[in-house]
């Protein structure tokens, strides 16, 4: 059985999909791209897909992740210009390898978040984004299925900075644009909070709702400050594998 890793994005209007919409339009393209899948034992097969960590409805992503088993090989490039072909435009598949080391899921252990205030000058967003990391704590709070919860967005979050913004239109409108790294703890702490916790702190309040997009999610290096490619491990062992079997077919019989 081989087993491939897949990135995929929501972009545009596409971000409002949700993540079951999501499902079921890769399910129908993998029946389109006759992908040979392997399924589930049971009364009800399924197809062997495994999501991670997906992006919330209503957010865009440069940096979604699944892994598929199938039944038989197939090169990692050609099944994803396959797929990719058999999505809608917005639902790209942009990065396939084979999996060649265990524990993807255990690599996505933060995100990088762009945070798009319109109508926000950014001296007031940076003023509040100094508010916000010089508290100790920052509570908000969650509407849940259980009611209310409230809990501290502050040690999540690894970084958060203003960025400088080219307007990709002619305006006169105020636009400012945050980045923001965070840790996927428990409760999870998403960029809506973050943005609940910059109201607590500094009264900030755009007057539009925020454009958000994850831009990457994977393992946090505290050395560079940087989130590192989940699939690069099983880029180095592919290529480590490859470098054996060359030598192994110069070397002497």
């Known amino acids: 059985m081989q087993r491939i890793r897949l990135r995929y994005t929501k972009r545009g209007r596409l971000r409002f999909t949700s993540h079951r919409d999501f499902q079921r339009a890769f399910e129908r393209a993998l029946r389109r791209a006759d992908v040979p899948m392997a399924y589930s034992a049971g009364f009800t097969p399924h197809p062997k897909v495994s999501y991670a960590n997906a992006a919330p409805t209503g957010t865009g992503s440069e940096a979604e992740y699944l892994e598929i088993a199938l039944t038989a090989a197939r090169d990692p490039e050609?099944?994803?210009?396959?797929?990719?072909?058999s999505l809608p435009d917005g639902l790209d598949i942009i990065d396939a390898v084979e999996a060649r080391t265990s524990g993807l899921a255990d690599r996505l252990t933060a995100s990088v978040w762009e945070l798009r205030l319109d109508g926000?000058?950014?001296?007031?967003a940076e003023q509040a984004v100094a508010a916000f990391k010089a508290a100790e704590s920052v509570?908000?709070?969650?509407m849940t299925k259980n009611g209310v919860r409230t809990f501290?967005?502050?040690?999540?979050?690894?970084?958060?900075?203003?960025?400088?913004?080219?307007?990709?239109?002619?305006?006169?409108?105020?636009?400012?644009?945050?980045?923001?790294?965070?840790?996927?703890v428990t409760p999870a702490v998403r960029p809506d909070d973050v943005l609940s916790g910059l109201r607590a702190v500094a009264d900030l309040a755009p007057p539009v709702p925020a454009a958000v997009t994850r831009l990457?999610?994977?393992?946090?290096?505290?050395?560079t400050g940087t989130v590192t490619d989940?699939?690069?491990?099983?880029?180095?062992?592919?290529?480590?594998l490859a470098a054996e079997s060359a030598a192994a077919a110069k070397a002497p019989a």
């Open 230 to 240: 989940p699939l690069a491990p099983d880029r180095e062992a592919a290529t480590a």
């Open 78 to 85: 050609q099944l994803r210009a396959l797929l990719d072909e």
């Open 120 to 124: 926000v000058e950014p001296a007031q």
């Open 139 to 142: 509570e908000v709070q969650r």
């Open 152 to 184: 501290d967005a502050r040690p999540a979050v690894v970084d958060l900075e203003t960025h400088s913004v080219t307007a990709d239109r002619p305006t006169d409108r105020p636009c400012a644009i945050l980045r923001l790294v965070v840790r996927h």
């Open 216 to 223: 990457a999610q994977g393992l946090f290096d505290a050395g």
